[in-house]
């Protein structure tokens, strides 16, 4: 049985048609009505953007989803959980700082901003899911305590993730630091042949987990969370993972985080895809490169497999800009998260989410 994709296209020429007016209809359309009842605390799960970052989802675009939840009787609130790593998000302190910083709250998005795991990432909710990887998933405690949830996610290409959409909005986005560190099991592996001694990895590594003396670099493996950082900074690619090894059950991981989010909201749960400054990086970058391709318009549906199918899918029919990171598969059809990652596997995490239930890959995508 298919499930239903709605799509608005960014073409506009008038009142009506402006994004803002949109994104009502797409909630209208894909029934998230049916999600929100009145007295819920209902959970808006974005991504504030890392400082320096410019391609997260404009908060503009947030205020009619909380505008419309409000109008359904219920409480909205911005949310997202800190991060492994460093930066301007790793506690909820500065994480609110960078919220604001973006346009994150009540006067421009239309809710409060409310950090989900805490102060220190220490507030969570064990989930029983009895799956592959984990039995029990650890998600951030006011996600879990939400009464529904609108996930809203900027859909673009991610290091090793291959994309990130919803279900990795879900997954990495609703864990704890500690569920973050139970997905992110993979080590990079050194090639020191390929080693220029530049040291852009230790300078760079948020864990100080990496140490580079002429061109021997030593990598403390106790110290490493995975996050891929060194592998975006190395000029000579001599950081990399073991992909056909360590990817595919990192994506398992997610998948299964993912399904842990969305455990006891069956029906209460809706998802946002924009497919808007289609960047090779997650917005957990402190910058944002030239877009992969054309900008192409805002999904809205009930089902996070079947929203990101066929936000991988219309991203594919595009032809690939070529003032971009993209460095093959320019013609429509053709795979641009290989393009770009050559050793991203990203469509797991939808073989996997069918498989496990987290949703249907099959979808009917209607314009309105």
């Known amino acids: 049985?298919?499930?239903?994709?709605?799509?608005?296209?960014?073409?506009?020429?008038?009142?009506?048609?402006?994004?803002?007016?949109?994104?009502?209809?797409?909630?209208?359309?894909?029934?998230?009505?049916?999600?929100?009842?009145?007295?819920?605390?209902?959970?808006?799960?974005?991504?504030?953007?890392?400082?320096?970052?410019?391609?997260?989802?404009?908060?503009?675009?947030?205020?009619?989803?909380?505008?419309?939840?409000?109008?359904?009787?219920?409480?909205?609130?911005?949310?997202?959980?800190?991060?492994?790593?460093?930066?301007?998000?790793?506690?909820?302190?500065?994480?609110?700082?960078?919220?604001?910083?973006?346009?994150?709250?009540?006067?421009?998005?239309?809710?409060?901003v409310i950090i989900a795991d805490g102060l220190k990432s220490d507030n969570f909710r064990e989930v029983q899911i009895d799956k592959k990887h984990f039995q029990r998933v650890s998600i951030a405690g006011e996600v879990a305590s939400a009464d529904s949830l609108i996930v809203v996610s900027h859909f673009k290409a991610h290091l090793p993730a291959g994309f990130g959409g919803a279900i990795?909005?879900?997954?990495?986005?609703?864990?704890?630091?500690?569920?973050?560190?139970?997905?992110?099991?993979?080590?990079?592996?050194?090639?020191?042949?390929?080693?220029?001694?530049?040291?852009?990895?230790?300078?760079?590594?948020?864990?100080?987990?990496?140490t580079v003396e002429k061109r021997i670099t030593a990598v403390d493996?106790?110290?490493?969370?995975?996050?891929?950082?060194?592998?975006?900074?190395?000029?000579?690619?001599?950081?990399?993972?073991?992909?056909?090894?360590?990817?595919p059950p990192f994506m398992e991981r997610i998948t299964e985080y993912a399904l842990g989010a969305v455990a006891g909201k069956e029906n209460r749960t809706g998802f946002f895809n924009f497919l808007l400054n289609i960047t090779p990086d997650c917005d957990?970058?402190?910058?944002?490169?030239?877009?992969?391709?054309?900008d192409i318009g805002i999904l809205a549906s009930r089902d996070p497999v079947a929203i990101d199918q066929a936000s991988y899918d219309l991203v594919n029919r595009q032809m690939g800009l070529s003032n971009s990171l993209l460095k093959r598969n320019h013609k429509p059809g053709k795979d641009k998260f290989l393009g770009v990652w050559e050793n991203t596997i990203g469509n797991i995490q939808l073989d996997y989410g069918a498989e496990i239930g987290l949703g249907n890959k099959e979808y009917k995508l209607i314009e309105i």
């Open 221 to 247: 493996y106790d110290r490493c969370t995975g996050c891929g950082k060194c592998l975006r900074v190395c000029p000579s690619h001599a950081l990399d993972f073991d992909w056909f090894v360590e990817v």
């Open 1 to 112: 049985m298919q499930s239903i994709v709605y799509f608005a296209g960014i073409r506009a020429r008038s009142y009506q048609e402006n994004k803002q007016n949109k994104i009502q209809r797409l909630f209208d359309a894909a029934g998230l009505r049916e999600v929100v009842h009145k007295g819920d605390l209902t959970a808006i799960k974005i991504h504030f953007g890392e400082r320096g970052n410019d391609s997260y989802v404009n908060p503009v675009f947030v205020r009619p989803i909380a505008d419309k939840v409000r109008a359904q009787g219920a409480l909205p609130f911005l949310t997202d959980t800190n991060t492994l790593y460093g930066g301007s998000r790793a506690n909820a302190v500065d994480h609110l700082e960078t919220a604001a910083e973006h346009g994150f709250g009540r006067a421009v998005a239309g809710a409060p």
């Open 284 to 294: 957990c970058v402190p910058w944002s490169d030239a877009p992969l391709v054309p």
């Open 168 to 210: 990795k909005n879900l997954g990495m986005g609703c864990a704890t630091a500690r569920g973050k560190a139970e997905q992110h099991s993979a080590k990079p592996v050194f090639n020191a042949e390929l080693c220029l001694g530049c040291q852009a990895c230790q300078e760079n590594c948020p864990n100080q987990a990496i």
